[in-house]
């Protein structure tokens, strides 16, 4: 333990510190970090999420993307171009601050800082990037069992685990990562128990995210809120998007969960025999709920470059992410990983949600889409219901419930004395036998 402490207090050498420490590698979740669209020919490439300027028309233009059920994979509508994520600073970078500009950075848009406090708390407590100190960010568009973002995490684990001079990886994951995490340990369980540790998982939707996903495939997702919205993709745009995105439809509520209520959409609507006409509350389980996205989204298209492009709900994609939650199902913890679960608390969290109203009823269940939500919430960070952040199915180490937000919790110093109580670190100023994490926060 001391010498712990004095390696964060820099009181030994640089090679000391890579060889008394397992290496940390964060993994980002849905929309957690940055996409560039890359041009074929010429390699030139253009930051397309996250960015303030120019949002919405750089977003329709070159992330609007298509479902190709031969392969899996989601591809930009644009076929000259390909989407990439930059693995500057270690992979850091990408996760970092999603939109690095000037302009982001003076006014400190909050919403945009994604792993970055938790990078310099770590970077505080002697981690070194690029030896003890790694990031994973992915396209999140994507199915989280698809080839391309295995690869990339066992690529990431194998760097990490080279640069620290063979020691196992620490992974810390954020909400869609863990599945992403749970998917790789299902499908290659042999490459994470040579190279992993601990896993640390923060807001992960284990059972999914009911009033969050139902609403974004009806009418789409608003991922910054207040002033800076106005500068930001609209939720229409995303919706388009999102439609197409195996990733969404992995985090559908589990219907098989034994939730303490389960989760419904309802809908007021209005129906007309001949000369009357009368109101009705109708209810949609998590079963149901497919029938409801037909119908709202049997017309639902969009203008690309002078063509119309459909965009129902994609069964396809539903029938793909079916097949992800068989892989889910199976994961099973290996023997000799520590697993460690922190999940959001005391925020409203969307549960149930209600489209139109008795005085105000839908009559096409298509007008769906261009309502606004009202929700019934639960206990949860906002986004995940703690519920289904808990509901892990591993044998954890320590369940621990914060409050914070989805993304707040990424920033949280309730968060940090945990992560470095389990890490075994310790900032400069404060020694490491000294902190007494509680069982609950």
């Keep these: 333990m001391l010498r712990d402490y004095l390696c964060c207090c820099g009181e030994s050498d640089a090679d000391d510190v ?101 990078i310099d708390m770590l970077v505080g407590c002697g981690y070194k990037k690029g030896t003890t100190l790694f990031g994973y960010g992915y396209d999140f568009r994507q199915s989280n069992r698809i080839g391309q973002l295995m690869d990339g995490l066992k690529e990431k684990l194998q760097t990490a685990y080279k640069a620290s001079g063979g020691r196992k990886v620490n992974i810390i994951s954020h909400s869609m990562g863990g599945l992403l995490v749970s998917c790789f340990i ?27 996903v139902n609403d974004s495939i009806l009418t789409g997702m608003q991922f910054v809120d207040g002033f800076e919205s106005f500068f930001f993709v609209s939720r229409w745009s995303m919706h388009q998007l999102l439609l197409e995105c195996p990733s969404i439809y992995e985090m559908l509520p589990r219907p098989d969960f034994n939730w303490k209520k389960q989760p419904e959409i309802k809908v007021w609507r209005k129906h007309s025999n001949g000369e009357e006409t009368c109101v009705e509350l109708e209810s949609y389980g ?49 023997e000799g990983v520590s697993f460690y679960n922190i999940y959001g608390t005391s925020c409203d969290t969307p ?54 937000n989805h993304r707040g919790l990424l920033r949280d110093n309730n968060v940090f004395l945990l992560i470095q109580n389990w890490l075994g670190v310790s900032p400069p100023n404060m020694h490491h036998t000294s902190k007494v994490v509680p069982d609950a926060l």
């Design 18 to 118: 890579v060889a008394d420490r397992d290496p940390v590698l964060l993994v980002s979740g849905i929309a957690g970090s940055i996409l560039n669209s890359k041009k074929k020919k010429s390699g030139f490439e253009t930051r397309v999420w996250v960015r303030i300027m120019l949002a919405d028309l750089e977003f329709k233009k070159k992330l609007w993307s298509i479902y190709n059920p031969e392969t899996g994979y989601t591809e930009p509508l644009d076929d000259s171009t390909e989407i990439v994520v930059p693995q500057d600073d270690y992979g850091l970078y990408a996760i970092d601050i999603l939109d690095p500009s000037f302009f982001v950075k003076l006014l400190h848009v909050t919403d945009l800082y994604q792993f970055h406090d938790m």
């Design 186 to 212: 299902s499908l290659h369980s042999d490459i994470f128990t040579r190279y992993v540790n601990k896993w640390i998982t923060i807001a992960t939707p284990f059972q999914g995210a009911p009033g969050c």
């Design 351 to 404: 549960f149930d949600v209600c489209y139109g109203s008795e005085s105000s009823p839908i009559d096409e269940l298509s007008e769906i889409c261009h309502t606004m939500p009202e929700y019934c919430y639960v206990d949860g960070d906002g986004t995940v219901p703690s519920e289904s952040a808990m509901a892990d199915n591993f044998e954890a180490v320590e369940r621990v419930g914060v409050c914070a």
């Design 286 to 334: 998590t079963n149901g709920c497919i029938t409801l996205f037909e119908e709202a989204l049997k017309n639902n298209e969009l203008k690309y470059g002078g063509k119309t492009v459909a965009l129902p709900f994609n069964l396809e994609i539903l029938k793909w992410a079916t097949g992800t939650l068989e892989v889910l199902s199976k994961t099973q913890l290996p």
